[in-house]
């Protein structure tokens, strides 16, 4: 990740915002986990079940759902950002082939480990065909949808990867309507208008998946298009941002505004959960599927939680004690590290304590269907503590050294690049010393 400070060197504030962001992925990837422990335990249930079953923290529990919209949104933000450099600030554009590299070994490897894993060890006995097994390897289980014991939220590696390689032409598209125009304020409104489009179609999607001719949880539910608007928002961030570089003395308004009163914004995410827990036109605390207008109405507390949640950790000069004291201590910041891991991993840890698996010498069931055998505090101990030990050693033994491998063959690839460059003058100078006086 870079600075986000303008200048060329990283300020203190600075270094403290990035803690931060490594913060809030841990405790975003966290909150992934005790949603899904809560919904695999009986925590949550169908309404057809009766009030919910731990009233309160059912409710709560459901709201939590919120917790994986911040890590859309910081991926709109981050990747988009050397875009909306090169066409706001004129800076070169960035190298795609480094772009791809990146985030193709940071995605793909820790997904392809897990997927080995569970194919291996929890769906063996469900093998039946070579596509059986080259479906999730190829991204393809979200449109030829098929349950993998150990990898149901891995809807969002497709998702993620497919962002990767439609951004750029989401950026070419960008910097073409903003191409000609003078006034950076007219450049930047132009380049909003995609950004527009794709909220209004994530808005329009997560409602039309609700339509009561699909049936609850159709297979198109898990496509990424219901995720557009979370990215669309997060490549908002990233124009605002570069527009606060640009003149740092007209600071777009979010942005003062959260410098002003960071934790309103956060007063403002916890409402947005709130909304999220009560589910208006719904059954708060349970897992319904629900109407098109219950859809859209979370679907705005999704967009809401995760916006407010992230806008005062990127606005220039917000600064809160509040925020640095929860996201910046040493724990949150380590899960923010692994917590790749710890999102890829938590399932398989769920299904090994179930003893589901072919494994334990039987095709793996659901946890949906096992609800009942484990109590929600054992499981969240153990998928917490066997998580955690998984998701180091994948980050540290794996994850990390092909980081790091992939920025060692970029460096080396930049070098050669530069080489003939500086090779160049020295070459015509010593021909030139050797040439006649008069040539």
């Known amino acids: 990740m870079t600075a986000l400070g303008t200048g060329s060197t990283v300020g203190t504030r600075d270094k403290r915002r990035i803690a931060n962001l490594d913060g809030i992925r841990g405790l975003c990837a966290m909150v992934v986990v005790i949603t899904h422990v809560a919904f695999s335990t009986g925590v949550v249930l169908g309404s057809e079940s009766g009030p919910p079953q731990q009233g309160i923290w059912s409710i709560l529990a459901v709201g939590l759902e919120v917790g994986l919209g911040p890590f859309f949104i910081m991926s709109g933000l981050f990747l988009y950002k050397p875009f909306a450099r090169r066409t706001l600030l004129g800076s070169g554009k960035p190298e795609l082939g480094a772009f791809f590299l990146r985030r193709g070994l940071r995605l793909m490897p820790g997904y392809w480990l897990l997927t080995a894993f569970c194919l291996l060890f929890l769906n063996f006995s469900s093998i039946h065909s070579v596509w059986y097994v080259l479906r999730p390897i190829l991204l393809m289980q979200d449109y030829d949808f098929v349950w993998y014991a150990g990898m149901d939220p891995t809807w969002t590696i497709p998702t993620e990867a497919q962002f990767y390689l439609v951004l750029p032409l989401l950026a070419a598209l960008m910097h073409w309507l903003a191409k000609g125009v003078d006034d950076p304020?007219?450049?930047?409104?132009?380049?909003?208008?995609?950004?527009?489009?794709?909220?209004?179609?994530?808005?329009?999607?997560?409602?039309?998946?609700?339509?009561?001719?699909?049936?609850?949880?159709?297979?198109?539910?898990?496509?990424?298009?219901?995720?557009?608007?979370?990215?669309?928002?997060?490549?908002?961030?990233?124009?605002?941002?570069?527009?606060?570089?640009?003149?740092?003395?007209?600071?777009?308004?979010?942005?003062?505004?959260?410098?002003?009163?960071?934790?309103?914004?956060?007063?403002?995410?916890?409402?947005?959960?709130?909304?999220?827990?009560?589910?208006?036109?719904?059954?708060?605390?349970?897992?319904?599927?629900?109407?098109?207008?219950?859809?859209?109405?979370?679907?705005?507390?999704?967009?809401?939680?995760?916006?407010?949640?992230?806008?005062?950790?990127?606005?220039?000069?917000?600064?809160?004690?509040?925020?640095?004291?929860?996201?910046?201590?040493?724990?949150?910041?380590?899960?923010?590290?692994?917590?790749?891991?710890?999102?890829?991993?938590?399932?398989?840890?769920?299904?090994?304590?179930?003893?589901?698996?072919?494994?334990?010498?039987?095709?793996?069931?659901?946890?949906?269907?096992l609800i009942g055998t484990v109590g929600f505090w054992e499981m969240l101990a153990v998928v917490i503590a066997g998580t955690l030990v998984i998701a180091s050693l994948s980050y540290y033994f794996f994850e990390r050294p092909l980081m790091n491998l992939g920025e060692r063959v970029i460096e080396r690839r930049r070098a050669r690049a530069a080489a003939p460059a500086a090779v160049t003058p020295q070459v015509a100078e010593k021909k030139d010393d050797r040439q006649p006086a008069s040539v």
């Open 185 to 369: 304020a007219r450049k930047a409104r132009r380049m909003v208008i995609p950004l527009v489009v794709m909220v209004v179609a994530g808005f329009a999607f997560a409602g039309y998946m609700h339509m009561e001719h699909l049936g609850p949880w159709p297979p198109e539910f898990w496509w990424p298009f219901s995720r557009l608007g979370l990215f669309g928002v997060g490549m908002w961030l990233a124009i605002l941002s570069v527009r606060a570089e640009q003149s740092p003395e007209r600071v777009p308004s979010l942005y003062r505004a959260a410098a002003k009163r960071p934790n309103l914004f956060w007063v403002g995410a916890l409402a947005a959960y709130l909304l999220a827990c009560s589910a208006p036109l719904g059954h708060p605390g349970t897992w319904d599927y629900g109407t098109p207008q219950f859809a859209m109405i979370q679907h705005v507390a999704f967009l809401a939680f995760a916006f407010l949640l992230m806008v005062p950790l990127v606005a220039p000069k917000a600064e809160s004690r509040l925020m640095d004291s929860v996201l910046s201590n040493g724990p949150t910041r380590f899960l923010g590290r692994i917590s790749y891991g710890v999102y890829l991993w938590h399932f398989v840890v769920m299904y090994l304590w179930f003893q589901s698996g072919s494994i334990f010498g039987a095709p793996p069931v659901p946890a949906g269907m």
